[in-house]
Structure formats: structure tokens, C-alpha cells
């Protein structure tokens, strides 16, 4: 009882997000000439999420490392906030 008062105290202050960048993969031309760009994602766990846009994205990811993307094209992104869960 003691340990899910204290893990709900600790969600309030203590804030984890998972966020899915989604990269432009390969170009595959097609038989009729259109075009098609695959997207392959990579995921990362962070504690802040500084700058989200589709070309500029900032985080600090769990081990207090910067990351910092920036593209050309726009990328797309999903954003989870996820609870927090002691660590191992």
C-alpha cells in the first residue's frame, strides 16, 4: 500500500515520455512513375522533451544525454507520457 502512495506521490513530480520519430527511409520509384518514401522509426525515452517541431526536436533523454535532431524535410513524431516506474 505504501509503495503505490509513494509511486503516485513520485508521478506527480517525476515525469518520463516516450517519443517515435518517424525518418524518411528509402525512395522506391514505381512502374508508373510515382514516387513512394518509406518511414522508419526510432523510438526514445526521455525525462523532458525541450523543442518539438517537424524539423527542429530537442530531449534529454533518461541518462541526462542531449539529443537534438534536425532535418531538411519535416518528420513526423508521437509523444507518450508514460508513468513513472521505479528503477532498476
Not at 7 to 12: A, K, M, V
Not at 16 to 39: A, I, K, Q
Not at 82 to 88: D, I, L, Q
Amino acid at each position: 500500500m505504501l509503495s503505490n502512495t509513494w509511486r503516485w506521490i513520485l508521478s506527480l513530480f517525476v515525469k518520463r515520455y516516450e517519443v517515435t520519430v518517424w525518418f524518411e527511409g528509402d525512395t522506391v520509384l514505381e512502374s508508373d512513375g510515382t514516387r513512394s518514401t518509406n518511414r522508419k522509426p526510432k523510438t526514445y525515452h526521455c525525462r523532458k522533451v525541450v523543442k518539438l517541431s517537424p524539423k527542429h526536436i530537442k530531449l534529454v533523454d533518461t541518462d541526462y544525454n542531449k539529443i537534438e535532431i534536425k532535418t531538411v524535410n519535416p518528420v513526423g513524431y508521437d509523444v507518450v507520457e508514460k508513468k513513472y516506474t521505479k528503477p532498476s
